[in-house]
């Protein structure tokens, strides 16, 4: 190969490398001015994520529901309806805009609901359901704390 493929070769390599650490780590970030990371979203991207976040909020509220009633079915019913399947189709660009700590707390809360479901099937224990609730909502803390959403035009 020459010399002058040779530095194609590797300037596209760098392009693309850069794309991608773009794409899966940075996202569409900046200083959010009030201690937090702005994530910049178009409108509807941010609706998109507001609508999942409101979901959580009502699943907590049903399984902090369940756990009072003692009724570990509503419990992983709502833990359920936050898990992996609740992920739906999230467009790529989506994903791509959301930095890596972003993405990594959504997927250890939806994983997180699922395994409280499942416990809730088969253990039945409200304390143990309750103490896995207090866990998930760290994660949203830590989410709000760190983050906030700007709208790209």
């Known amino acids: 190969m020459s010399k002058r493929c ?9 392009v693309i490398a850069a794309g991608l650490y773009k794409f899966i780590f940075q996202g569409s970030v900046s200083d959010g001015g009030d201690g937090r990371i702005a994530i910049h979203l178009d409108a509807g991207e941010r609706d998109l994520v507001l609508k999942e976040m409101r979901a959580f909020l009502t699943s907590v509220q049903q399984v902090t529901r369940g756990i009072v009633e003692d ?3 509503r419990v992983a019913e709502y833990s359920r309806k936050s898990g992996k399947a609740a992920q739906g189709e999230v467009p790529g660009t989506l994903v791509g805009k959301l930095p890596m700590q972003f993405k990594q707390l959504g997927f250890d809360t939806h994983t997180g609901f699922d395994q409280l479901a499942q416990d809730a099937e088969d253990l039945g224990d409200g304390g143990h359901a309750l103490s896995q609730l207090s866990t998930l909502m760290q994660n949203c803390t830590a989410c709000h704390a760190t983050y906030r959403f700007a709208i790209s035009e």
């Open 71 to 73: 009724d570990m079915e």
């Open 6 to 14: 040779s530095v194609i070769v590797v300037l596209l390599g760098l």
